[in-house]
């Protein structure tokens, strides 16, 4: 526990307190008439740095790039490979658990070790996992590295620890999966095929058992040759050769016959009975001929499944096989079932797909009951006791990429009636005609922590849809999903204005503000518009309102510094009607400059809203003399004010949308009005300006998500000149990027980019405002990720600025980057706190602009709200990121809102509607009004505290010198508060507040994509989330008591079942050879018969698991089965040296008999005189 004390007294305008050797930050606000009375300070900081730890919590979503899929049928669990070397393992909603290689190698293939709480994983760097299951956190027990040659297919039969390895030489190796180590016991490509071939048969593609005897082994080539290996004679039984390729084989059930699938589109059944020929080809999809000729080739096979049922036909399951004459056709999987052909189409192609199935026995009657099919961007399981043939309804959050993830926002501790006020709506509009079985994959335990309260997580999406996430209890699933592309008409074919702004995706959401108590929603649009929503429990038809806002700011033509006069700029901030007729001068066509007209046309026509959130008012910024509008960078909204503010790089605007007016439109520049701090160079003259798509960020946000490297066009800014009566600004604050481009498009809160139209006429005039002198700035190509070298940090997101790379040739403004509505002091006269909003900028500047609000219920509906800049000016280093309020006992003074209230619920005469503020003054806990506040300003390299109204510095902290920070948020947690920042070189910190004493430092997430640092957010209670891949969110947590609690709060992947019992089938079929024969692969594959396998061909490496894995397999059959064979070992032992005993006894008595009878046959004729 640390107490800081400070004492302010003597404060003046004309020289602050300068408390610590703080930089001052001064205000020109008029002399003060009444000074705050001066008091001592005193903030106890309860938060320590024990009470903080970072780690990652719970994935959720679609498994990116997925490659892999199996089954356990007995635990019910299902597992998913990825190629960066993910592990999804899922069971019942709620058991969800994510592991990772540390390789990154992409995973090959999956096998269970069925009920035994084990996972065998392949990689494609020819490494074999066994990951332990049997702890709530999978960990890799043994792992084995072939050197030698390359793994293609795995094996393992069931409740057998011997596993059948396929290598791309054709070789079969056989591992144990106890020891992980290599049997002696190998099966050469060259013995399985007959000496007479020629020719290599290819890679291993298949590895199955025969159903009927265990003992023998079937191996499928790529070339069409299929081996019966026979393991204990050690030779094949037969061969069989095709002519086309080989992708999968399947056994019947009784093992006598098998079917394989072909690169031709055909399936072929073969009879154990006669393997010259195929005793059925079949292709079925290909066109019969009519002259009784093949059938004409089709596309690959890719995977067969041949299941057998006791009361129908078997089942034929396939993937692929489809015509070459039908081009364009959707991915298929095909069911056949007696008769009957069924193709389903899928939306994405198929990964892979497993039929699930009743008995985990291959020599049993299979009961298919689905069939689990892995898409690349989906997963589905289709329902085969229905003959429709329905997907189940998945329970897992798979649709988080339906359209590509712009942003996101995370909410803890909400208010507890949201999510089910949600859910009943959401509810209404789920899609139907799923099967009304339960979810087969019902595996696992999980119970509801301790540690829960309601939590929601809102994407916004490129085709403009907004979805609403239940995420309490580290579960994620959707609650509500609002379309806001149907406030807009479609966009015609040809209709040039959204063609060149927006190549795809003009909907595109780019920032999302959300207010639980009142239920307003916010959303900027990549097109440059604001939507406002309102919640209702009741469906309403009404017509939207439509603001539409002229913000540009003109440049003239530029003088030479050296010139006296300096430029003058120009902004003007007008309201024009929604629509346009055709033809006017302000609609848009090819030949004609487009001038004042939206990116979107708003519908003008009632619309029928359904319950839930319902469109309101849309403010649109409007093209100016040919030239687009920028993007929003900066929004927020205040449902106790009722205003709404917004900006960008021309300048700020705010909005009444109780009254639907604009109460304020001004360029950066006019809002400092004399108090600008800064004298800035003029910019060079530009002969020409062309319409650039490249400089325009407002493409389509789907590209942001291509596997090609993500480019990032960085434009840097410095300030060269500082006034003499202002305080002095640090000059390389200005290093981090104030604009930041991913393939074409707009990635920074603080993007600049600037696009022309027609040449620019001169509009200097004595009336205009002057422009600001600025530096022109450069822009730079960057590439991600950068290499760990010194060389990457002149192309990594941690380039400082330099002059070398300025340009006069480029253009550049000072954007809003943060908005903030709160109660707070305008001027240092205040001695109340009033309705404020603070601005800041990209250059490092925070302005406060003094709002005057009726009330008044009915004045506010009538009388104008006063919106003008105070003239107070707050300077730091970087462009300003957040910023907090503190009452002056160091806690958090919350946002004033409006309790909700539904807009169209019927009207009571008893008991009218009236609006329910609820205000967090700061002064509210104090026992003394007007004593103050202190506000936390949080930028990209400094974080500061200053004391309100008196406008000083009582505390500095530079966060980083090498890098920037991308995210910052006051949170609180553990009933204090603190400073949450996330740091473009991948550093988590968390700073104390108001002291902002560095509390936790980690070097936790490496910033390798730009998707990162879009979507990393904080949430209250210590949680953060942000999007891991393009169909992934990954949520963490920081504080200590969640990482403790996070074991409990996790699901149990492993739950003991007993092994259902093999079917005792009856005696005469198990007389006639229909019982699977058995056999000791111990006796074949062990050490002792096999010998041990050449150490230069695999290298063992012992797994970290932990010591609650090494117990949890300890108590495993596996661990069983070893202690059994460590037991026979010592056994074999003693009885080995018994015996060597005993035959060294029986020697000794061999050569004690010998010699005595030699003894005796020498002494035989002599007398006894003779002795």
């Known amino acids: 526990m640390k107490k800081f004390r400070k004492v302010l007294d003597g404060l003046t305008t004309s020289s602050p307190v300068n408390i610590g050797g703080a930089p001052l930050c001064s205000s020109t606000a008029g002399t003060p008439t009444a000074a705050p009375t001066p008091r001592e300070i005193e903030v106890v900081e309860t938060l320590v740095s024990e009470n903080f730890q970072i780690c990652k919590t719970v994935r959720h979503g679609f ?33 969800d658990c994510y592991c990772q290689h540390d390789s990154g190698a992409a995973v090959l293939q999956l096998q269970f070790l069925i009920n035994e709480g084990a996972l065998v994983t392949a990689c494609a760097d020819d490494t074999l996992h066994l990951w332990n299951l049997r702890q709530k956190r999978p960990a890799i027990l043994h792992s084995l590295k072939f050197n030698r040659e390359c793994i293609t297919f795995c094996h393992l039969p069931f409740q057998s ?215 690349e961007k989906d997963f589905i399981v289709v329902d085969l006791t229905q003959s429709n043939y329905p997907i189940f309804e998945n329970p897992y959050p798979m649709d988080i990429h339906e359209s590509p993830v712009t942003c996101t926002a995370y909410f803890a501790d909400c208010p507890p009636e949201i999510i089910p006020v949600l859910y009943s709506i959401g509810a209404k509009h789920k899609k139907q005609g799923y099967s009304h079985k339960e979810w087969p994959v019902s595996g696992g335990t999980w119970t509801l922590g301790a540690q829960t309260y309601p ?78 929503y309102r919640f209702s429990r009741h469906d309403a038809t009404t017509e939207i309102t439509a603001l539409e806002v002229r913000l540009q700011c003109d440049v003239e033509e530029p003088i030479s510094p050296s010139e006296t006069d300096a430029n003058t700029g120009l902004l003007d901030a007008s309201l024009h009607s929604p629509q346009h007729p055709p033809g006017s001068p302000g609609s848009a066509t090819p030949d004609s400059v487009r001038d004042s007209i939206p990116c979107l046309r708003v519908k003008n026509r009632p619309i029928r809203m359904p319950p839930g959130y319902q469109a309101d008012l849309v403010v649109q910024l409007l093209w100016v003399d040919g030239e687009p509008p920028q993007q929003i960078t900066s929004l927020d909204i205040n449902s106790a004010y009722s205003l709404l503010a917004l900006g960008n790089c021309n300048g700020l605007v705010v909005v009444d949308y109780l009254q639907k007016n604009v109460l304020l439109c001004m360029s950066t520049l006019e809002l400092y009005g004399s108090n600008d701090p800064y004298q800035r160079l003029t910019r060079s003259p530009r002969k020409s300006r062309q319409f650039a798509a490249d400089n325009i960020c407002m493409r389509g946000l789907s590209n942001f998500y291509s596997d090609s490297k993500k480019r990032i066009r960085t434009s840097y800014q410095s300030l060269t000149e500082l006034t003499d009566n202002q305080v002095s600004l640090e000059l390389d604050r200005s290093r981090s ?36 002198k600025v530096q022109s700035a450069a822009c730079m190509e ?113 946002i004033p809102y409006e309790v909700w209230r539904d807009p169209h619920a019927p009207e009571d005469p008893d008991c009218p509607r009236r609006r329910k503020l609820v205000n967090f003054s700061p002064s509210t806990s104090q026992d003394t009004p007007g004593e103050g506040h202190l506000a936390v300003v949080c930028s990209e390299k400094q974080a500061k505290v200053f004391f309100m109204p008196a406008q000083t510095c009582l505390y500095v902290h530079h966060i980083t010198e090498t890098s920037f920070v991308l995210r910052a ?24 507040l108001p002291s902002l004493r560095p509390l936790l430092d980690v070097n936790f997430l490496p910033l390798t994509d730009m998707r990162i640092a879009r979507t990393f957010c904080f949430a209250e209670g210590g949680q953060a989330l942000y999007l891991s891949s393009p169909t992934e969110i990954q949520r963490i947590a920081y504080s200590q008591d969640m990482c403790d609690s996070l074991q409990e709060m996790l699901g149990e992947l492993f739950t003991p079942v007993e092994t259902p019992e093999a079917q005792n089938k009856g005696f005469l079929k198990g007389f006639f050879g229909g019982n699977a024969q058995t056999f000791d692969r111990e006796e074949l594959f062990g050490e002792a018969a096999a010998g041990k396998a050449s150490r230069s061909l695999a290298q063992h490496i012992p797994g970290q698991g932990g010591l609650e894995g090494m117990k949890a397999a300890a108590g495993g059959v596996v661990g069983d089965l070893a202690r059994a064979r460590m037991a026979a070992e010592e056994r074999g032992q003693r009885l080995g040296e018994l015996e060597e005993r005993t035959a060294l006894m029986m020697s000794s008595a061999e050569m004690f008999s010998k010699h005595a009878h030699e003894l005796m046959l020498k002494c035989k004729d002599k007398k006894w005189y003779q002795f």
């Open 63 to 95: 498994p990116h790039q997925p490659t892999a899929l199996a089954f356990d049928p007995v635990q019910k669990i299902l597992a998913i490979g990825s190629r960066t070397g993910g592990v999804r393992i899922l069971g019942r909603p709620g058991v």
């Open 161 to 375: 620890k011997w596993l059948y390895v396929g290598t791309e030489r054709g070789n079969t190796h056989i591992v144990n999966i106890e020891s992980f180590v290599l049997s002696g016991y190998v099966i050469m490509w060259n013995k399985a095929i007959e000496l007479s071939t020629k020719t290599h048969p290819g890679p291993v593609v298949h590895l199955s058992d025969s159903p009927r005897d265990e003992g023998k082994l079937l191996i499928g080539f790529e070339s069409g040759t299929v081996v019966q290996w026979d393991l204990r004679a050690k030779k094949a039984d037969f061969r069989i050769y095709y002519d086309e390729a080989i992708h999968s084989v399947s056994w019947h059930h009784e093992g006598k016959q098998f079917m394989c699938s072909h690169s031709d589109g055909s399936l072929t059944t073969w009879s154990l009975r006669n393997t010259a020929k195929p005793f059925q080809v079949t292709f079925p999809h290909g066109k019969t001929q009519r002259d009784g000729r093949k059938p004409e080739s089709c596309k690959p096979i890719l995977k067969v499944d041949y299941k057998t049922t006791r009361n129908s036909e078997p089942f034929i399951i396939f993937s692929g096989g489809l015509s070459y004459d039908k081009a364009n056709r959707r991915p298929t999987l095909t069911i056949m079932h007696g008769k009957s052909i069924t193709a389903l189409e899928m939306d994405h192609p198929i990964v892979e797909f497993l039929t699930l199935c009743e008995t985990p026995y291959a020599n049993e009657v299979q009961e298919p009951y689905a069939v689990a099919v892995l898409l």
């Open 455 to 532: 939590e929601i997580i809102i994407t916004g999406h490129a085709d403009g849809s907004i979805k609403f996430w239940d995420a309490s209890a580290i579960t994620l699933q959707m609650l509500y999903k609002l379309k806001t592309s149907k406030v807009f008409e479609k966009p015609k074919v040809g209709d040039g204005r959204v063609a060149e702004l927006v190549e795809e995706d003009p909907f595109a959401v780019q920032m999302v503000s959300w207010c639980p108590q009142s239920r307003l929603l916010c959303v900027v649009g990549i097109s440059a518009h604001v939507i406002l």
């Open 737 to 772: 990027p104030t604009s930041d481009h991913v393939n074409g498009h707009c990635t920074s809160p603080t993007s600049q980019p600037y696009g022309a139209g027609r040449p620019k006429l001169n509009r200097r005039g004595p009336s205009r405002p002057p422009f600001r």
């Open 782 to 894: 960057v590439s991600l990720p950068a290499p760990h070298t010194e060389e990457s940090r002149e192309n990594s997101f941690s380039r400082s600025r330099s002059s070398s790379v300025s340009s006069i040739d480029r253009e550049t403004k000072e954007a809003v980057t943060v908005l903030r509505f709160m109660e707070s002091y305008a001027h240092k006269v205040d001695a109340v706190p009033s309705a404020c909003l603070w601005v800041g900028t990209s250059l490092g500047v925070v302005l406060v602009i003094a709002l005057s609000i009726p009330t008044d219920e009915e004045e506010r509906l009538e009388e104008p709200v006063t919106v003008m800049p105070s003239g107070t000016v707050l300077t730091i280093k970087g462009s300003v990121l957040t910023f907090g309020s503190l009452d002056c006992n160091g806690s958090l003074v919350s």
């Open 969 to 992: 948020d006051v949170v609180s947690v553990y009933n204090s508060v603190c400073l949450a920042c996330f740091c473009a070189n991948g550093h988590v910190m968390m700073l104390s």
